[in-house]
């Protein structure tokens, strides 16, 4: 079936520099994404959405880009910080009435004070 | 404050026998999820339940059952016959209004080791 993936498993960046977490999905049917970020040993928060009615949103040190021609979404923190370091996931809903999240692998970030 | 709360934090089962993990939310939500997710892994979708009295089989429902009898609550059991059940369990709950983006919200999860 089709599924959200990410294109990397791990990521290290400096403190105070800008990290970009990347998703591909593969559904087209896909209108919804949510960014999760997720602890060691703790459930998945919600981080930023976005509909596929948009191409950008922004939220607190936070960006997603949605480019609906290439399937791709990406998550952009600014100034990142080790309270950032967490395995971030991509979701989507199908679209059509569905409303099941289809998650990604998930990508590690590291920030390296 | 409105949220998830899953039980127990750790679980331990011995070779053989049933467990269930608890889930119960304050959140009115229609929608409740159980995902499993294995070390390195994403979440796999077990069962789901749209509605009261209703649930559905998610991709890897083998070994596992839930009861909807409560808006406010969904229990996996995980049986004997799912054989490789250590894992990190965790519920989820949304709307079904994608109008208002659903409202995900995840418990904090059950870690399940067999002994």
């Known amino acids: 079936g089709e599924s959200v993936g990410l294109h990397l498993p791990t990521l290290s960046v400096q403190e105070g520099d800008n990290s970009i977490i990347n998703c591909a999905y593969s559904?087209?049917?896909?209108?919804?994404f949510i960014w999760y970020k997720q602890e060691s040993g703790k459930g998945p928060q919600f981080i930023i959405d976005i509909r596929s009615n948009m191409d950008k949103r922004q939220g607190q040190r936070v960006t997603v880009l949605l480019n609906k021609t290439v399937k791709h979404l990406s998550l952009q923190i600014a100034a990142t910080q080790p309270g950032d370091s967490a395995v971030y996931f991509c979701a989507d809903v199908a679209g059509a009435g569905s409303y099941q999240l289809t998650f990604g692998k998930g990508t590690k970030l590291s920030v390296i004070p | 404050d409105g949220g998830i709360t899953q039980s127990p934090k750790y679980l331990f089962r011995k070779e053989g026998q049933n467990v269930t993990l608890s889930c119960e939310q304050n959140l009115n939500h229609d929608a409740m999820y159980w995902y499993r997710q294995d070390p390195g892994q994403g979440l796999r979708l077990i069962y789901y339940?749209?509605?009261?009295?209703?649930?559905q089989k998610g991709d890897i429902a083998e070994g596992y059952s839930v009861s909807r009898e409560k808006k406010e609550s969904f229990p996996l059991t995980v049986t004997s016959a799912q054989k490789n059940p250590t894992a990190f369990y965790l519920c989820?709950?949304?709307?079904?209004?994608?109008?208002?983006?659903?409202?995900?919200?995840f418990g904090s999860g059950t870690r399940l080791t067999v002994v």
């Open positions: 339940s749209q509605i009261v009295n209703d649930f």
């Open positions: 989820a709950s949304s709307m079904r209004d994608r109008l208002q983006g659903y409202g995900y919200t």
């Open positions: 559904n087209s049917a896909s209108d919804y």
